[in-house]
């Protein structure tokens, strides 16, 4: 109905609240970070990320 209706849904993610939680996790092997952050670019390119976020191509 959210779709049909042309309902928008907003949050808000806390994500700097799990950063000292889940570092060491991430650092040691643990959670591997890829099944989030699929698009890797120097910051020289970070235009090139800004894109492929727009176009779908990645996840933000």
């Known amino acids: 109905m959210v779709i049909v209706r ?3 849904v907003r949050g808000v993610s806390p994500a700097r ?10 650092l040691t092997g643990r959670i591997n970070p890829g099944r989030v952050f699929d698009f890797e ?4 390119h970070i235009a090139d990320a800004y894109a492929a976020a727009g176009s779908k191509r990645s996840v933000r």
Do not use: A, Q, R, S
Not at 17 to 26: A, G, K, S
Not at 41 to 44: D, I, M, N, V, W
């Open 6 to 8: 042309n309902i928008g």
């Open 17 to 26: 609240t799990y950063i000292p939680e889940l570092l060491d996790d991430v």
């Open 41 to 44: 670019t120097h910051l020289e």
